[in-house]
């Protein structure tokens, strides 16, 4: 799999956009980018993934670069609730039935009123 | 529909105590999962099952045990319990197809005194 990049915090307005960055450069032609988030003491939860094109979903934007070496999370409007940590994956779409995510350490997002 | 859901929520014990830490999903998937997440690291994957009746080893899976009871439960087992394995576990279980997407449980939180 495809290491990510991703700094380690950010801070963001309240009602401001919040860009979250993620390098890929080794991504291969068949990997997607998943984006999940991780609300303090809670399981990790699904934002949104995209291969090439962007993507938005009633939860975020992920703007993927035409290289696909890097993309970027948009939160459009942050929240306080927004606050959590954000991982940036990357991975086969279909990699079996057995296949796994790997997490790294993502990115600390504070949501600042 | 419940989605994840594990027991118990948090868990104190001594060293050398067992103990078996359950999960369920009523999402009729295939894949379920088991992570640990120490204090301020990513998660990390323990074990896996693909499918009923079968698990592999993740990147961590010294010193405990699974079990794939059904395709709803997939069960982690602590036979002799370590200050080390002091963590938060979180089960995941995942949908094949579509967004391909890992959906987790709430987490036990275990402390090995």
């Known amino acids: 799999d495809a290491k990510t990049t991703q700094p380690p915090s950010m801070d963001c307005a309240e009602g401001r956009a919040a860009n979250l960055p993620c390098n890929h450069s080794?991504?291969?032609?068949?990997?997607?980018v998943y984006w999940y988030r991780q609300i303090h003491s809670q399981g990790p939860q699904y934002i949104i993934h995209?291969?090439?094109n962007n993507e938005t979903n009633e939860m975020a934007s992920l703007i993927i670069t035409e290289d696909r070496k890097s993309s970027t999370l948009i939160l459009p409007h942050a929240t306080l609730r927004d606050t959590a940590v954000y991982y940036c994956?990357?991975?086969?779409?279909?990699?079996?039935?057995?296949?796994?995510?790997?997490f790294g350490k993502g990115t600390l997002l504070t949501v600042n009123p | 529909n419940a989605g994840v859901t594990q027991t118990p929520k948090f868990q104190v014990l001594k060293t050398g105590q067992s103990m078996t830490l359950q999960c369920a999903q009523d999402?009729?998937?295939?894949?379920m999962y088991w992570y640990r997440q120490d204090p301020g690291m990513g998660l990390r994957l323990i074990y896996y099952?693909?499918?009923?009746?079968?698990?592999d080893k993740g990147e961590v899976p010294n010193g405990y045990n699974v079990s794939r009871l059904n395709k709803r439960e997939f069960s982690l087992r602590l036979e002799s319990a370590a200050p080390s394995q002091t963590s938060v576990y979180f089960c995941?279980?995942?949908?094949?197809?579509?967004?391909?997407?890992?959906?987790f449980g709430p987490g036990t939180r275990l402390t090995v005194l």
């Open positions: 995209g291969l090439k």
């Open positions: 080794t991504i291969s032609g068949n990997e997607y």
């Open positions: 999402m009729n998937h295939n894949s």
């Open positions: 994956i990357v991975r086969p779409l279909s990699g079996g039935s057995n296949y796994k995510l790997t």
């Open positions: 099952s693909a499918s009923e009746g079968t698990t």
């Open positions: 995941a279980s995942r949908e094949v197809g579509g967004t391909d997407t890992q959906y």
